[in-house]
Every structure is written in C-alpha cells, then in structure tokens.
T-cell receptor
Framework: EAQVTQNPRYLITVTGKKLTVTCSQN?????MSWYRQDPGLGLRQIYY???????DKGDVPEGYKVSRKEKRNFPLILESPSPNQTSLYFC??????????????FGPGTRLTVL | DAKTTQPPSMDCAEGRAANLPCNHS???????VYWYRQIHSQGPQYIIH???NNETNEMASLIITEDRKSSTLILPHATLRDTAVYYC??????????FGTGTRLTIIP
C-alpha cells in the first residue's frame, strides 16, 4: 500500500531532551516536507527536501534539523525541544514535475508534547 | 501562491450535495486550484485539482469560473464521513503548500 508513515505517533518528552521523529514513504517520491499544525494557525512548513541531500528551510525552521540521506526517509530532529514546539507534526511527500511539486501525500501525524 | 478566501464553516444535510466555495481573485494564469481536506486531526488528504476546466473524480467535482477568480468544490452525495476541514489552495505546485484555516464542513444526519 502506498503510504507515508511517521513514528512515533504520540510523544511526551521534557525540555532539552533530543528527539527524532521519523518519516518514510514507499512511493519513490523526490519531494518530502515537514509541517507543524497549531490551533488557529493552519499548517506551517518547517523544512522540505527536493531530493537526496537537498534540503531547505520552510517558514518555521528554528529549533529543527532534518536530513535526507535516502530517498525514502526524511527524519525531523529536535536537538533541544522546548514547550513552544508542542504541536501536531505532519510529514508529506510528492513527485516533482520539473521544478514543481505535484499532489502531496501526508502521513498520519505525530502529536508531540514538550513539558 | 495566490491568497484564497473560504467561509469558516458550513453545514450540509446527509445525502445532499455539499458546495464549498473558494475565492482566489489574484490567481495567476499558471496557478492550479487544489483542494485538500483534513478529517479531525488526521493528515490532510488530496481531493482534486484543476487549472481552467472543470474536473471530476471519484471523490468530488471542481467547478472553476471562466475568469478563474473563484471555484466550487462539490461533494455530490455528502455522508457523515465527509465532515472535515476543507482547504482550497492556489499554487504553481511550489515546494510549499500554504494552508489557511479552510472551511469546516459539518454533515448533518
């Protein structure tokens, strides 16, 4: 089944404890992206990647890191989480048509709470 | 991406057609209109997209006005499972999708 998977789905952690949220897709998509969703603010992009070893900042990259060593995986790293990073996180992937992304497919979400 | 405007909420009776409007008066000639929906707190789900012509798939129909300044998403026979937040996005297909606050559609039994 074609899908985007995220792990963990739920995570409660404490300030400053490094964590990684994994994202994997099995559709051979070039493009992958991370979003966070907060009440009243819609989805905001954190980082995106147009291909292996190619990543770029979105609207709200502060406090996050990403890597794209393999086409299928795009982990989101919080080196020192803070309470303002408590949010619902979504990973997405899609094909590229030339320089543009096509339809994006979203993972199920990771609900992160930082105490 | 062009700015889009949607009503914050709508109700529709189960079994009836749900018509969700979207205004994108500043859309440029090569920007597509995309619709996604988000059921509760699940990941957004692609519904349909179009450029100029009306489009239909197994989920919905998309009607785009001739001047392309507005569009309507039509769910022909709404069910309770269609209760969700619906997002209209006008984009080239950029690397970033800008989701606004969308329309919260509630299907009434």
């Amino acid at each position: 089944e074609a899908q985007v998977t995220q792990n963990p789905r739920y995570l409660i952690t404490v300030t400053g404890k490094k964590l990684t949220v994994t994202c994997s897709q099995n559709m051979n998509h070039e493009y992958m992206s991370w979003y966070r969703q907060d009440p009243g603010l819609g989805l905001r992009q954190i980082y995106y990647s147009m291909n292996v070893e190619v990543t770029d900042k979105g609207d709200v990259p502060e406090g996050y890191k990403v890597s794209r060593k393999e086409k299928r995986n795009f982990p989101l790293i919080l080196e020192s989480p803070s309470p303002n990073q408590t949010s619902l996180y979504f990973c997405a992937s899609g094909f590229l048509s030339g320089a543009y992304t096509d339809t994006q497919y979203f993972g199920p979400g990771t609900r992160l709470t930082v105490l | 991406d062009a700015k889009t405007t949607q009503p914050p909420s709508m109700d529709c009776a189960e079994g009836r057609a749900a018509n969700l409007p979207c205004n994108h008066s500043t859309i440029s000639g090569n920007e597509y209109v995309y619709w996604y929906r988000q059921i509760h707190s699940q990941g957004p789900q692609y519904i349909i997209h179009g450029l100029k012509n009306n489009e239909t798939n197994e989920m919905a129909s998309l009607i785009i006005t001739e001047d392309r300044k507005s569009s309507t998403l039509i769910l022909p026979h709404a069910t309770l499972r269609d209760t969700a937040v619906y997002y209209c996005i006008a984009t080239f297909g950029n690397e970033k999708l800008t989701f606004g606050t969308g329309t919260r559609l509630t299907i009434i039994p």
